[in-house]
């Protein structure tokens, strides 16, 4: 048999036999896609060997980590937990009461002591808190904890011999905050809910428990719906990694993009996916006459701040409420009097046409309703063009003093949005969806003037030279201001002041543009 890769733990603790079941279980997971990642939970000889033997068993594959830590834990007390009898005559005490110990002991751990931890005493007194007048008594709680390998040593103290069993138990302090009807809100508290609390994989976890021979109970579901309000990032991450059907209506109600809501990034970026080729909206293709839809949002004149501290005042205009997205600049390309006319780059630098002659770059993701990325200044600039020509009304990419307005109001304020940073309102590096995300899933980054996708997605193109804002002459190669940062760049570069630069032929994976007119457009 295929020995075991060098990097597992148990590589050197494992007979042939048990390499033989390991191989099996792992072709198992990739073959079927059954969630091969199961493998990393494995972090030491034994826990490694009673995966083994739970497959052995079982001859499937658990289909998530809950229902892997329920047969874990099920199988530790009865093969090595009942070991503690023997020695000293004890009497076996029931597994639900050995459960809810450890789920008190895990609770108290993760939550009022914040370590994973504690010494003997400590972990008595929480026993002995937990069981109370019963007759069970404490020191056999953690005999047969120890003897089960569910609680190790460490130096003069004790923890529980995996972090994930420990989250675990902690999970079914949870099932009974849900069974009370009380808020999630206790594990997931504060404004910025989706900061990491140490109860993430806790509910995970409590999620995977009702999964049951690849079957998910209502109670899988419940546990999303009960997240769903309070911090929809974990509930979104209990369908996924438990592998919940996506179709189910408490899915979609995480993917659907909603205002006023707190939203799950990813499941918001994944049903911008799923609608690509069939995206309805207005602003996101075409019009019947195959030009770009273009929703435009007015600014009104007035004064803004612009950068720190500076007033300014500008005329109104009109701002497009995305990007240009992937299938609106394809419009352009496909036109026979579009990318392939040298004539909207007359007067650009040479460079530009140059470029033009090249022929237009791959978009990297191909994905109608997202935006147009690994588009140059210069593209963006011809494009602009033929839709002037096309709409009979002046069209051009906004001056930095422009776009910063649309952005920021007349507040000054750091993101389109009020307030600080939010993780959920926008596709900058943290959020992790690792790509561009269709344009408008994240309604709550629209700005005073309902412009949106101004905070990540991609950096936008601006008519503005960067090292004079008061230049805007299109005939040289001199590097241009981008605005709003990306999915590929963390959020501090996404603040709407900020000033990004490159040069003109320059064609990244995540930038691209906006146009604005200071007419409304027919």
Known sequence: AEKLDSDMPGYSKTNGLQDSAYNAM???????????GLLGLVSNPFLLTQTIFIYSKRHAVPRSRGELFTLFVAALMEQRGKLAIIPKQREWIAESIQRGALAALATWLQGERQQTFATVDEILGVFQRYIGRGAEKPNDLLSFAISANILEKSHDTLRFSHQLLQEYFAAYDMEETLKRGDSAERYFPGEQWWEPSGWEESAVLLCGMYISAGQASADA????????????IVAWRCI??????????????????????????????????????????????LRPDGLPDIVWCEVPAGEFIYQADQRL???????????????????????????????????????GVE????????????????????????????FCRWLTDRLGCAIRLPTEEQWEKAARG????????????????????????????????????ASLYGVMDMSGNVLEWTLTEYNNRNAYNINNSNPRTLHGGSWYLNHNLAHSAFRDSYIPVGRLHDSGFRVVSMSRPL
Not at 221 to 232: A, D, F, G, K
Not at 257 to 265: E, L, M, S
Not at 422 to 442: P, R, W
């Open 26 to 36: 792992r072709r198992t997971m990739i073959d079927e896609k059954k969630l091969p």
């Open 221 to 232: 579901w419940r546990v999303v719906e009960w997240l769903t309000p309070v911090n929809p």
């Open 240 to 285: 996924v990694e438990n592998g919940l059907d996506e179709r189910h209506p408490a899915a979609q109600a995480l993917k659907v993009p909603r205002a006023g809501v707190r939203a799950a990034p990813l499941a918001r970026a994944r049903w911008g996916v799923e609608i690509a080729e069939n995206d309805t909206r207005a602003g996101v293709g």
């Open 313 to 351: 005042t500008l005329p109104s205009f009109h701002i497009a409420k995305y990007p240009v997205t992937y299938k609106q600049f394809q419009a352009f390309i496909d036109a026979p009097d579009g990318f392939s006319n040298v004539k909207w780059w007359d007067g650009l630098h040479e460079d």
């Open 355 to 382: 470029q033009q002659r090249s022929g237009p770059a791959e978009q990297w993701f191909k994905f109608w309703n997202h935006p147009r990325e690994c588009v140059s200044w210069y593209d963006a600039m011809a």
């Open 410 to 445: 007349t507040d000054g304020r750091a993101y389109p949005y009020s307030g600080a940073f939010d993780l959920t309102k926008g596709n900058t590096d943290e959020v992790g969806i690792g790509q561009t995300s269709a344009v408008g899933v994240f309604p709550d980054d």
